[in-house]
């Protein structure tokens, strides 16, 4: 026993010895808490503390402090136990982390936060835990998360944001976080992902985004990041998945089950290959044809769904069999049928009668399913060929052929779908007692007017869908009545002028989608009354034009996305007063250079730019966080060393000239730790060669010896004059315009041969 004991002992001894302290004081434990002087763990549990224990042995590595009253940690809360790597505060009414609170915990690697009241995460909230591997803030009220929460956290594998507030993710909303693997946001609120979100996280594998408010697949935020293998969507409320909707070549467990689907395409998961389980449980999809892409498929999950089991059903179950693919769910109908197995059933039993027994038979099983006396007390105001939901307060006549608006939903109906029918226009006060609904789609309505007043009394709409109409204006007070309008969709119209008096009524509008109309200019006033939009999408127009001070009006406009359209130069005049602009995307306009000062106004605030499939030939704030340059006709760049912040880098395609020229940007990519997407276009010899991996630039002046290679001797110091000469005359010749070789450039090409 004696043995035994002194082997588990040992550890700790080495430890303490080592750490300079020769015995462990048992006045050292406080006086409300339970001290472990073998295992190094202290426990005060439940103790009413206000504050941390000052007198908490040094050496330390396991504190629990839960159930206390802890409302505030202060700056260097933790001082006095830097060897901690174990901490627990949770269900301590905290409210507050101030700066420096963590700081002297650099080897922590478990942190538990959850039943707190934390609101904010600030950018100093999680300073000093450089070796954290997980982070645990479930049940508090978090419901922003500001720039930068996570930067120090770059060894964080797990981090817990389930049950909070959250309602909108920013980009880099986790930027530092590079080496997370599961990700936990269930139990929130939200509602709209920023496209970069999510950028910088390269290991991430697991997305648990669950319980949330989404109504749509994010399909543009998800393809970016193609390591994900398991995603989780359960709980939001999307009625349908379109064509290539999810575009991630490694995801292996999709979870979409407990939705409002109904409506999934076969192609929705054509670009998914990599897909071994589906869970479309507990949805309202009544048939399904087999999925195109996922050849790997092992498990369909169908439970809980209407479906009919009738010939239109036999493609499904004979392309399941012939993959060995389970298919989990009964049937629904018709009734001789109604609860045997999807997996069990005969393609031979799936038969389809003529249409008049089909609806016969269809309504007698209604009848005899319908009580028999009162209608239930469940069920809902609904009219005609419609499906009102009172569980999920969803109403859906999509793809009804209506010609008018029907009336007679239910008052508390929160998502109204009546796309795809055949509207033409909305009269005035064509939504009587909707006061509640809070998203209304009208896509591919062929709607071309609204009427002054269309939706008055819909106080409470936040999501308005007007995508894929014939619309070409829109008056001033079409908009009457919607004070809480936050997000408004009019891509793919006729619009061939800004509607800019329509926006006068809409104080709360922060997103406006217009892209893949037929706008060529931007006027002066076009977002008066808009003063609060944060993001214009105006990609795939025919925008040549752009009026200075054009978006003076909306001071906070964070995103604005030009790509697409017929731009000649940078809108910099435009954007003068646009001072947190931090995303702009000017992808495949003909623009062939950019001045020293085209993003000098907002050079500050700006973290994305998109420059790429351009006519770029030469041409660049500090602060930038993403840099595509793919595609364009660059043979040189500045140096990039002044850009400290950048995540993501992609200079593919583009011509480079492995020359001397071409040095600063060299010496840029061994420094940094990004993967930089460069090769040479010229000489013929290099080119196909990645910029890192030439050894031309050994004989530039200036050069450092490559990795792997013997140092140089030095040089002396006039030598290293050259250097200087050599990067100014290159920041020179990047102010030339056009593809003309300033005579700086000539000179040292005549220099290269020389040599």
């Known amino acids: 026993m004696f043995v035994v004991s002194a082997v588990s002992v040992w550890p700790h001894v080495a430890l303490i010895l080592s750490l300079g302290v020769a015995t462990v004081h048992p006045s050292k434990c406080p006086r409300a808490c339970v001290c472990d002087n073998i295992q190094l763990t202290v426990a005060c549990v439940g103790k009413n503390l206000t504050e941390v224990p000052s007198t908490i042995n040094e050496i330390t590595v396991k504190l629990n402090l839960r159930g206390n009253?802890?409302?505030?940690?202060?700056?260097?809360?933790?001082?006095?136990?830097?060897?901690?790597?174990?901490?627990?505060?949770?269900?301590?009414?905290?409210r507050r982390v101030r700066e420096g609170a963590f700081r002297s915990l650099g080897r922590l690697v478990f942190l538990n936060l959850a039943n707190n009241n934390i609101e904010i995460l600030y950018q100093e909230?999680?300073?000093?835990?450089?070796?954290?591997?997980?982070?645990?803030?479930?049940?508090?009220?978090?419901?922003?998360?500001?720039?930068?929460?996570?930067?120090?956290?770059?060894?964080?594998?797990?981090?817990?944001?389930?049950?909070?507030?959250?309602?909108?993710?920013?980009?880099?909303?986790?930027?530092?976080?590079?080496?997370?693997?599961?990700?936990?946001?269930?139990?929130?609120?939200?509602?709209?992902?920023?496209?970069?979100?999510?950028?910088?996280?390269?290991?991430?594998?697991?997305?648990?985004?669950?319980?949330?408010?989404?109504?749509?697949?994010?399909?543009?935020?998800?393809?970016?990041?193609?390591?994900?293998?398991?995603?989780?969507?359960?709980?939001?409320?999307?009625?349908?998945?379109?064509?290539?909707?999810?575009?991630?070549?490694?995801?292996?467990?999709?979870?979409?089950?407990?939705?409002?689907?109904?409506?999934?395409?076969?192609?929705?998961?054509?670009?998914?290959?990599?897909?071994?389980?589906?869970?479309?449980?507990?949805?309202?999809?009544?048939?399904?044809?087999?999925?195109?892409?996922?050849?790997?498929?092992?498990?369909?999950?169908?439970?809980?769904?209407?479906?009919?089991?009738?010939?239109?059903?036999?493609?499904?179950?004979?392309?399941?069999?012939?993959?060995?693919?389970?298919?989990?769910?009964?049937?629904?109908?018709?009734?001789?049928?109604?609860?045997?197995?999807?997996?069990?059933?005969?393609?031979?039993?799936?038969?389809?009668?003529?249409?008049?027994?089909?609806?016969?038979?269809?309504?007698e099983y209604q009848n005899r399913a319908r009580p028999p006396a009162t209608p239930r007390p469940d069920r809902v105001q609904c009219?005609?060929?419609?499906?009102?939901?009172?569980?999920?307060?969803?109403?859906?006549?999509?793809?009804?052929?209506?010609?008018?608006?029907?009336?007679?939903?239910?008052?508390?109906?929160?998502?109204?779908?009546?796309?795809?029918?055949?509207?033409?226009?909305?009269?005035?006060?064509?939504?009587?007692?909707?006061?509640?609904?809070?998203?209304?789609?009208?896509?591919?309505?062929?709607?071309?007017?609204?009427?002054?007043?269309?939706?008055?009394?819909?106080?409470?709409?936040?999501?308005?869908?007007?995508?894929?109409?014939?619309?070409?204006?829109?008056?001033?007070?079409?908009?009457?009545?919607?004070?809480?309008?936050?997000?408004?969709?009019?891509?793919?119209?006729?619009?061939?002028?800004?509607?800019?008096?329509?926006?006068?009524?809409?104080?709360?509008?922060?997103?406006?989608?217009?892209?893949?109309?037929?706008?060529?200019?931007?006027?002066?006033?076009?977002?008066?009354?808009?003063?609060?939009?944060?993001?214009?999408?105006?990609?795939?127009?025919?925008?040549?034009?752009v009026a200075p001070g054009a978006f003076d009006r909306a001071p906070g406009l964070e995103v604005l996305h030009l790509g697409a359209n017929q731009l000649t130069e940078v809108p910099t005049d435009s954007l003068r007063n646009t001072p947190s602009l931090a995303e702009l995307r000017l992808s495949a306009n003909p623009i062939r250079w950019i001045g020293p000062k085209a993003f000098f106004p907002f050079a500050h605030s700006l973290k994305h730019l998109f420059l790429d499939g351009m006519k770029l030939e030469k041409g660049l704030g500090a602060g930038l966080r993403s840099l595509l340059l793919e595609g364009n006709r660059l043979e040189e760049l500045p140096s990039l060393f002044p850009l400290a912040g950048l995540e993501v880098i992609n200079l593919a395609e583009n011509p480079l000239l492995c020359d001397c020229p071409l040095l600063p940007l060299r010496e840029w990519i061994e420094k940094v730790n990004l993967k930089v997407r460069a090769s040479c276009g010229h000489p013929p010899e290099l080119k196909g060669r990645r910029v890192k991996d030439v050894h031309v630039f050994k004989s530039c002046p200036g050069e450092r010896p490559l990795p792997n290679e013997p140092p140089k001797s030095p040089r002396a110091p006039k030598a290293a004059q050259p250097k200087a000469a050599h990067v100014k005359a290159t920041a020179v010749k990047l102010r030339h315009a056009g593809g003309q070789k300033s005579s700086v450039s000539k000179s040292t090409a005549k220099k290269k041969k020389l040599q």
């Open 69 to 94: 009253s802890i409302q505030e940690l202060p700056s260097g809360a933790f001082r006095h136990t830097p060897y901690l790597t174990h901490l627990y505060l949770q269900w301590c009414d905290l």
């Open 125 to 363: 909230t999680f300073d000093g835990l450089s070796s954290l591997k997980q982070l645990l803030l479930d049940h508090n009220r978090v419901e922003e998360i500001q720039p930068g929460a996570f930067s120090q956290l770059g060894l964080l594998n797990l981090l817990s944001l389930t049950h909070n507030r959250l309602e909108y993710l920013p980009n880099l909303a986790f930027q530092g976080l590079q080496n997370i693997r599961w990700l936990r946001l269930s139990h929130n609120t939200v509602n709209y992902l920023a496209v970069e979100a999510f950028a910088g996280l390269f290991s991430l594998a697991r997305l648990s985004l669950d319980h949330n408010e989404l109504q749509f697949f994010p399909t543009e935020v998800m393809t970016r990041y193609n390591i994900l293998t398991r995603l989780e969507l359960s709980y939001n409320p999307m009625t349908y998945l379109g064509e290539e909707t999810v575009a991630m070549p490694k995801l292996t467990h999709l979870f979409l089950d407990h939705m409002s689907l109904q409506d999934f395409s076969y192609m929705a998961l054509a670009l998914a290959p990599g897909l071994v389980h589906l869970d479309l449980s507990h949805n309202q999809l009544q048939s399904l044809q087999p999925l195109m892409g996922p050849e790997k498929l092992t498990r369909l999950n169908l439970t809980g769904n209407p479906v009919y089991c009738s010939c239109y059903l036999r493609p499904l179950r004979e392309w399941a069999a012939r993959g060995w693919l389970r298919l989990a769910g009964v049937c629904a109908n018709p009734q001789h049928l109604s609860g045997e197995s999807l997996d069990g059933l005969h393609p031979n039993d799936l038969r389809c009668q003529s249409q008049e027994a089909m609806l016969r038979a269809e309504q």
């Open 383 to 545: 009219p005609d060929n419609c499906n009102c939901e009172n569980e999920t307060l969803h109403s859906s006549c999509e793809n009804r052929g209506f010609t008018k608006i029907p009336r007679g939903f239910f008052p508390d109906t929160r998502l109204l779908d009546l796309r795809g029918n055949h509207f033409h226009y909305i009269p005035g006060n064509s939504f009587p007692g909707l006061s509640q609904v809070v998203s209304l789609h009208l896509q591919r309505c062929k709607i071309h007017e609204v009427e002054s007043g269309a939706f008055k009394g819909m106080k409470n709409l936040v999501y308005l869908y007007l995508s894929e109409n014939d619309l070409f204006s829109l008056s001033a007070d079409a908009f009457t009545g919607l004070p809480q309008l936050t997000y408004l969709h009019l891509e793919r119209n006729k619009f061939t002028r800004f509607p800019r008096e329509a926006f006068k009524l809409l104080p709360n509008l922060l997103a406006l989608h217009l892209e893949h109309n037929l706008m060529s200019k931007l006027e002066l006033g076009i977002l008066v009354g808009a003063e609060k939009l944060r993001d214009l999408y105006l990609t795939s127009n025919s925008i040549g034009t």
